[in-house]
Structures are given as structure tokens and as C-alpha cells.
């Protein structure tokens, strides 16, 4: 993969651990200032769904970290490329039920490390 291309993964990757250590750990902290139109009494009981939630971001992140670390060039791009997928698609799934916001947050940095992938 070109270095841009590894650049995007890698940025992608620590947004999605940021986010699964937002969703797991800061959800009733830090999510009432964050997601402004939620109401502030139901973070407390949608802790666990955030959590659960964090835990699937955190699978993305790794996924993606662990394709920075396969030394083959032909089975690297492959697993990015699959992982990028995933968070095109939940950034997708997200934009339509729940933020419009999470199509730019997700899916457009995701769609941009796949064409870097693809031209790489």
C-alpha cells in the first residue's frame, strides 16, 4: 500500500478507537455534550447499548491495525480493503438511522482509503 493510503488507515483506526473508548468508557461523561439533541436522561440506561456499540468500533480499529502489520503485499491491501469496507457501510447504516454527520465522519474518510488502496 502507498504511504497516504497506510496515513488513512492509520487515521481511521485511532478514530475508531477513539470512539469505541468514547461508546465504552465516557458514554454518560462526555456524551451529553457530545450528542446535544439526546436526551441527557437516557444516556445512563443506553450505557450497556453504547458500550456493546464501542466494542464493534474497537473490532473495526483492530482490523485495520492489523492489516498495517501483515507483510504480505498482496494480502495487506485485502484486509484493509475489507475493514474499510466494514466502516464504510456501518458509517452508512449509521447516516441513515441515526446522524447524517457519521456519513462524513465515516464513510467519506473510509471510501477515501479505499481508492488510495485501489490505486496503491
Known amino acids: 500500500m502507498s504511504t497516504l493510503a497506510l496515513i488513512i488507515v492509520v487515521i481511521i483506526a485511532i478514530l475508531h478507537l477513539y470512539i469505541a473508548w468514547f461508546e465504552m468508557f465516557a458514554w454518560t461523561s462526555r456524551g451529553?455534550?457530545?450528542?446535544?439533541?439526546?436526551?441527557?436522561?437516557?444516556?445512563?440506561?443506553?450505557?450497556?447499548?453504547?458500550?456493546?456499540?464501542?466494542?464493534?468500533?474497537?473490532?473495526?480499529?483492530?482490523?485495520?491495525?492489523?492489516?498495517?502489520?501483515?507483510q504480505d503485499p498482496v494480502w495487506q491491501p485485502h484486509i484493509a480493503i475489507c475493514f474499510l469496507l466494514f466502516v464504510a457501510v456501518a458509517g452508512v447504516y449509521g447516516a441513515a438511522?441515526?446522524?447524517?454527520?457519521i456519513l462524513y465522519v465515516q464513510t467519506v474518510p473510509a471510501v477515501l482509503g479505499l481508492f488510495l488502496v485501489f490505486l496503491g
Not at 436526551?39 to 458500550?51: I, N
Not at 438511522?97 to 454527520?101: D, G, I, Q
Request: glycine residues 6%.
Open 97 to 101: 438511522t441515526a446522524s447524517k454527520r
Open 32 to 70: 451529553p455534550k457530545i450528542f446535544k439533541s439526546f436526551p441527557k436522561d437516557l444516556f445512563e440506561p443506553t450505557k450497556a447499548m453504547a458500550a456493546n456499540q464501542g466494542l464493534y468500533n474497537g473490532f473495526l480499529a483492530a482490523g485495520l491495525i492489523w492489516s498495517l502489520f501483515i
